[in-house]
């Protein structure tokens, strides 16, 4: 049992932190495409967080006609508005992720018609 520099009768518990090889780690058997979810991963993180943001400014604008960066920082949704947000979230999850679900097979361009002889179809 670990003591908490805390001014608190609370017991806490804590385990030694033990490094593992995540950063050499591949789980697609290609480290490129593991650094392409990586990369699409953080920027689509990102990219909601800004579009929350936006959201509060927004609501921020309506209610009040002015935001400052405290207001912003200071508000909590509505337990309507983080239902909906969430909802908005998931489908904004499912559209970065849903490409991953649909793996191809087919070669590109394999089942175009190509009538000129001295092109070479895909196969």
Request: a negative charge; glycine letters at 2%; zero cysteines.
């Amino acid at each position: 049992m670990a003591q908490s520099p805390l001014k608190t009768s609370r017991e806490t518990y804590a385990a030694n932190f033990v490094k593992a090889d995540y950063d050499r780690a591949v789980f697609t058997n290609n480290p490129y495409v593991d650094s392409l979810i990586t990369s699409l991963t953080a920027l689509s993180a990102n990219v909601w967080a800004i579009q929350r943001r936006m959201m509060i400014v927004e609501v921020l604008l309506e209610k009040n006609g002015a935001v400052t960066r405290d207001m912003i920082e200071q508000y909590q949704p509505t337990r309507e508005e983080a239902a909906e947000w969430r909802k908005q979230r998931d489908s904004f999850v499912a559209e970065i992720n849903d490409p991953f679900k649909e793996i191809g097979d087919l070669p590109y361009a394999a089942s175009i018609d190509v009538p000129d002889p001295s092109v070479k179809k895909a196969r």
